[in-house]
């Protein structure tokens, strides 16, 4: 997991981020508001930030407003770290965007069992998020399934999006999880197994007979 430190402190953010480097997590670490917020809005941006409440150009706050406003963003779990204890702040914080939050000075045992809350709580988020996209392929799926579908009256071939033909089989196949297992309905039996039989019967029997006549 991947977690973003913004502290202005140089003294506090070496100690976190040699904190949360020992316990495993990659890190990337910077010094002001603006450059946590590029860190964030970047792609492949951390999915765990620890912010400092108070830092140039951009406060912790302000960036928990922005980064719960930025739409299409995926999860995202911020820990805000205060020097602020009041309940006041605290819930400004709270409202502002903030998932949770930590007071200076921060006790290393606290620190660790937030940061585990926040990481089971984002890859929780990653996968519902995946189990809906799942979802809502399989709609769109479902969607076309229903649709009115370009069939063709000689061959029974079905047209795609593509203007590709298709046989039923393949195209149901290709939009959905449906497998098919052939067979023979009883009118198809009549009207195309019977005859074949019937015929292949007869040239049996036109073989058989010349043989018979040059025995004889």
Not at 3 to 11: F, K, S, T
Not at 14 to 27: H, I, K, P
Request: hydrophobic share 40%.
């Amino acid at each position: 997991m991947k977690i973003l430190i913004a502290e202005d402190d140089p003294v506090s953010r070496r100690v976190l981020e040699a904190t949360l480097t020992r316990w495993g997590y990659e890190v990337t670490t910077t010094s002001n508001g603006s450059e946590a917020w590029e860190a964030l809005a970047a792609a492949q941006a951390p999915r765990l930030a620890i912010l400092d409440w108070m830092m140039p150009e951009i406060d912790g706050v302000e960036i928990c407003r922005r980064a719960r406003g930025r739409p299409g963003s995926g999860p995202l779990h911020i820990i805000l770290l205060t020097a602020r204890g009041r309940k006041e702040d605290v819930i400004a914080g709270l409202q502002a965007g903030a998932d949770d939050y930590i007071t200076k000075p921060f006790d290393h045992e606290e620190l660790r069992a937030r940061v585990h809350v926040g990481v089971r709580i984002v890859e929780l988020q990653t996968i519902l998020a995946a189990r809906v996209a799942e979802l809502e392929e399989a709609l769109v799926r479902v969607r076309q399934l229903r649709g009115l579908l370009p069939i063709c009256s000689y061959c029974k071939k079905i047209r795609d999006d593509q203007n590709y033909w298709q046989q039923v089989e393949q195209y149901v196949s290709t939009h959905s999880e449906v497998q098919f297992s052939h067979g023979i309905c009883p009118d198809c039996y009549r009207k195309v197994v019977e005859p074949q039989l019937d015929q292949a019967v007869r040239r049996q029997g036109e073989v058989k007979e010349p043989v018979k006549k040059r025995r004889g």
